[in-house]
Protein backbone atom coordinates (compact mmCIF):
# COMPACT_ATOMS: atom_id res chain seq x y z
CA UNK A 1 0.00 0.00 0.00
CA UNK A 2 1.35 3.48 -0.82
CA UNK A 3 2.08 5.29 1.87
CA UNK A 4 3.82 8.88 2.87
CA UNK A 5 7.24 9.08 3.58
CA UNK A 6 9.16 11.47 5.81
CA UNK A 7 12.73 12.13 6.70
CA UNK A 8 14.33 12.55 9.23
CA UNK A 9 12.59 10.76 11.42
CA UNK A 10 14.23 12.73 14.24
CA UNK A 11 16.51 16.30 14.02
CA UNK A 12 18.29 18.00 17.08
CA UNK A 13 18.68 21.87 15.97
CA UNK A 14 20.30 24.72 17.89
CA UNK A 15 17.56 27.58 18.58
CA UNK A 16 18.07 29.64 15.76
CA UNK A 17 18.99 27.55 13.02
CA UNK A 18 17.30 26.15 10.23
CA UNK A 19 15.81 23.43 9.62
CA UNK A 20 14.51 21.27 6.53
CA UNK A 21 12.01 18.32 6.98
CA UNK A 22 11.18 16.38 3.92
CA UNK A 23 8.11 14.37 2.78
CA UNK A 24 7.48 12.69 -0.51
CA UNK A 25 3.64 11.76 -0.34
CA UNK A 26 1.66 9.25 -2.36
CA UNK A 27 2.35 9.32 -5.80
CA UNK A 28 -1.19 10.13 -7.07
CA UNK A 29 -2.38 12.67 -4.58
CA UNK A 30 -3.00 16.35 -5.06
CA UNK A 31 -3.55 17.80 -2.03
CA UNK A 32 -0.29 18.15 0.97
CA UNK A 33 -0.24 18.94 4.37
CA UNK A 34 1.82 19.68 6.98
CA UNK A 35 0.49 19.18 10.52
CA UNK A 36 2.36 19.17 13.98
CA UNK A 37 1.93 17.34 17.29
CA UNK A 38 3.49 19.16 20.40
CA UNK A 39 4.21 16.11 22.82
CA UNK A 40 1.08 14.92 24.27
CA UNK A 41 -1.56 17.57 22.85
CA UNK A 42 -3.44 17.31 19.44
CA UNK A 43 -2.51 17.33 16.18
CA UNK A 44 -2.38 20.81 14.82
CA UNK A 45 -2.86 21.89 10.73
CA UNK A 46 -0.01 24.49 9.67
CA UNK A 47 -0.82 24.51 5.74
CA UNK A 48 -1.98 22.95 2.85
CA UNK A 49 -0.62 22.83 -0.71
CA UNK A 50 -2.31 22.99 -4.14
CA UNK A 51 -1.06 23.06 -7.62
CA UNK A 52 2.67 23.88 -6.18
CA UNK A 53 1.33 27.07 -4.18
CA UNK A 54 0.03 27.78 -0.49
CA UNK A 55 -3.94 26.64 -0.21
CA UNK A 56 -4.85 27.40 3.39
CA UNK A 57 -2.44 28.16 6.17
CA UNK A 58 -3.49 28.65 10.06
CA UNK A 59 -2.14 31.23 12.35
CA UNK A 60 0.85 29.21 13.28
CA UNK A 61 2.12 29.35 9.82
CA UNK A 62 4.05 32.20 10.17
CA UNK A 63 6.55 34.42 8.18
CA UNK A 64 9.25 31.66 9.79
CA UNK A 65 7.81 28.70 8.04
CA UNK A 66 7.79 27.90 4.34
CA UNK A 67 7.26 25.60 2.32
CA UNK A 68 8.51 24.27 -1.27
CA UNK A 69 7.94 21.33 -4.18
CA UNK A 70 11.47 21.26 -4.87
CA UNK A 71 10.84 18.83 -8.22
CA UNK A 72 7.74 16.31 -9.04
CA UNK A 73 8.09 14.12 -5.61
CA UNK A 74 9.20 15.71 -2.58
CA UNK A 75 7.12 18.66 -0.53
CA UNK A 76 9.23 20.69 2.31
CA UNK A 77 8.84 22.24 4.99
CA UNK A 78 11.70 24.81 6.01
CA UNK A 79 11.66 26.66 9.41
CA UNK A 80 13.99 29.83 8.63
CA UNK A 81 15.07 30.44 12.60
CA UNK A 82 13.89 27.55 15.03
CA UNK A 83 12.33 28.47 18.56
CA UNK A 84 12.43 26.11 21.85
CA UNK A 85 8.73 25.92 20.89
CA UNK A 86 8.85 24.23 17.61
CA UNK A 87 10.08 21.25 19.32
CA UNK A 88 7.12 19.04 17.91
CA UNK A 89 6.38 16.20 16.10
CA UNK A 90 5.63 17.70 12.32
CA UNK A 91 3.89 15.28 9.74
CA UNK A 92 3.79 15.38 5.99
CA UNK A 93 0.52 14.30 5.06
CA UNK A 94 -1.01 13.95 1.25
CA UNK A 95 -4.95 13.57 -0.61
CA UNK A 96 -6.26 12.56 -4.11
CA UNK A 97 -8.52 15.52 -3.92
CA UNK A 98 -11.10 17.85 -1.88
CA UNK A 99 -12.91 15.94 1.35
CA UNK A 100 -10.58 12.71 0.34
CA UNK A 101 -8.90 10.71 2.95
CA UNK A 102 -5.74 12.28 4.06
CA UNK A 103 -3.35 9.85 4.81
CA UNK A 104 -0.21 10.99 7.10
CA UNK A 105 3.54 10.06 6.92
CA UNK A 106 5.26 8.59 10.21
CA UNK A 107 6.39 12.20 11.55
CA UNK A 108 9.72 13.88 11.81
CA UNK A 109 10.31 14.71 15.24
CA UNK A 110 11.77 18.23 16.21
CA UNK A 111 13.99 19.02 19.21
CA UNK A 112 15.24 22.28 19.49
CA UNK A 113 17.62 22.84 21.97
CA UNK B 1 -12.55 28.95 12.37
CA UNK B 2 -13.21 25.90 13.20
CA UNK B 3 -13.66 24.30 16.47
CA UNK B 4 -13.38 21.06 17.87
CA UNK B 5 -14.14 19.83 21.31
CA UNK B 6 -14.00 16.25 22.26
CA UNK B 7 -15.29 14.49 25.27
CA UNK B 8 -13.44 12.55 27.96
CA UNK B 9 -10.02 12.83 27.53
CA UNK B 10 -9.61 9.49 29.51
CA UNK B 11 -12.08 6.79 28.45
CA UNK B 12 -11.54 3.37 30.46
CA UNK B 13 -13.70 0.28 29.23
CA UNK B 14 -13.30 -3.23 29.88
CA UNK B 15 -12.48 -5.64 27.60
CA UNK B 16 -15.94 -6.40 25.51
CA UNK B 17 -17.62 -3.78 26.66
CA UNK B 18 -18.50 -0.66 24.06
CA UNK B 19 -16.98 3.04 24.19
CA UNK B 20 -18.34 6.22 22.74
CA UNK B 21 -16.53 8.88 22.61
CA UNK B 22 -18.06 12.42 21.21
CA UNK B 23 -17.36 15.25 19.63
CA UNK B 24 -18.91 18.95 18.77
CA UNK B 25 -18.00 21.40 16.06
CA UNK B 26 -18.81 24.85 15.63
CA UNK B 27 -18.38 26.04 11.54
CA UNK B 28 -22.24 24.73 10.26
CA UNK B 29 -19.75 24.54 7.13
CA UNK B 30 -18.08 22.09 7.78
CA UNK B 31 -18.67 18.47 6.19
CA UNK B 32 -16.25 16.11 6.52
CA UNK B 33 -15.94 14.01 9.52
CA UNK B 34 -12.98 11.62 9.91
CA UNK B 35 -11.69 9.81 13.02
CA UNK B 36 -8.02 9.04 13.75
CA UNK B 37 -6.26 6.40 15.87
CA UNK B 38 -3.07 7.24 17.14
CA UNK B 39 -0.87 4.55 19.20
CA UNK B 40 2.07 5.81 21.38
CA UNK B 41 4.83 7.66 18.77
CA UNK B 42 3.18 6.54 15.83
CA UNK B 43 1.17 8.20 12.63
CA UNK B 44 -2.11 9.20 13.27
CA UNK B 45 -4.35 6.14 10.94
CA UNK B 46 -7.87 7.24 9.59
CA UNK B 47 -10.23 4.48 11.25
CA UNK B 48 -13.69 5.90 9.80
CA UNK B 49 -15.22 9.25 8.54
CA UNK B 50 -18.55 10.17 7.64
CA UNK B 51 -19.71 13.09 5.36
CA UNK B 52 -22.83 15.51 5.88
CA UNK B 53 -25.34 13.81 3.60
CA UNK B 54 -25.31 10.54 5.98
CA UNK B 55 -26.09 10.52 9.60
CA UNK B 56 -24.76 6.78 10.23
CA UNK B 57 -22.02 4.67 8.97
CA UNK B 58 -20.52 1.21 10.07
CA UNK B 59 -17.52 -0.81 9.75
CA UNK B 60 -17.58 -3.76 11.62
CA UNK B 61 -16.95 -2.84 15.56
CA UNK B 62 -16.89 0.67 14.17
CA UNK B 63 -19.60 3.00 13.63
CA UNK B 64 -19.96 6.59 13.79
CA UNK B 65 -23.40 9.25 14.47
CA UNK B 66 -23.56 12.30 12.96
CA UNK B 67 -26.41 15.64 13.90
CA UNK B 68 -25.66 18.24 11.94
CA UNK B 69 -28.50 20.18 14.03
CA UNK B 70 -26.86 20.01 16.94
CA UNK B 71 -23.32 20.01 15.47
CA UNK B 72 -21.60 16.88 17.00
CA UNK B 73 -20.63 13.37 15.91
CA UNK B 74 -19.58 10.74 17.90
CA UNK B 75 -17.30 6.94 17.81
CA UNK B 76 -19.16 3.85 19.02
CA UNK B 77 -16.13 0.82 19.15
CA UNK B 78 -18.37 -2.32 20.43
CA UNK B 79 -16.49 -5.69 21.32
CA UNK B 80 -13.54 -3.54 22.92
CA UNK B 81 -10.14 -5.41 22.07
CA UNK B 82 -7.05 -4.91 23.97
CA UNK B 83 -5.73 -3.61 20.55
CA UNK B 84 -8.05 -0.87 20.46
CA UNK B 85 -5.95 1.00 23.16
CA UNK B 86 -5.25 3.95 21.91
CA UNK B 87 -5.67 7.84 21.32
CA UNK B 88 -8.38 8.71 19.45
CA UNK B 89 -8.53 11.81 17.37
CA UNK B 90 -12.00 13.59 16.01
CA UNK B 91 -11.62 16.29 13.27
CA UNK B 92 -13.92 18.31 10.72
CA UNK B 93 -13.42 20.29 7.79
CA UNK B 94 -15.16 22.08 5.21
CA UNK B 95 -13.51 20.29 2.10
CA UNK B 96 -15.99 22.69 -0.59
CA UNK B 97 -14.28 26.14 1.47
CA UNK B 98 -10.77 25.34 0.42
CA UNK B 99 -8.71 23.08 0.53
CA UNK B 100 -9.86 21.33 3.33
CA UNK B 101 -7.19 21.45 6.45
CA UNK B 102 -8.60 19.33 9.46
CA UNK B 103 -9.48 20.65 12.80
CA UNK B 104 -8.84 18.27 15.41
CA UNK B 105 -10.09 17.39 19.10
CA UNK B 106 -8.26 17.53 21.74
CA UNK B 107 -7.82 13.30 22.12
CA UNK B 108 -9.20 10.55 24.06
CA UNK B 109 -6.64 8.29 25.35
CA UNK B 110 -8.55 4.88 25.05
CA UNK B 111 -7.56 2.11 27.63
CA UNK B 112 -9.11 -1.42 27.62
CA UNK B 113 -9.16 -3.01 30.74
CA UNK B 114 -8.54 -7.08 30.86
Known amino acids: EPEVTQTPSHQVTQMGQEVILRCVPISNHLYFYWYRQILGQKVEFLVSFYNNEISEKSEIFDDQFSVERPDGSNFTLKIRSTKLEDSAMYFCASSQGLGHTIYFGEGSWLTVV | GENVEQHPSTLSVQEGDSAVIKCTYS??????FPWYKQELGKRPQLIIDIRSNVGEKKDQRIAVTLNKTAKHFSLHITETQPEDSAVYFCAASNSGGGADGLTFGKGTHLIIQP
Open chain 2, 27 to 32: DSASNY
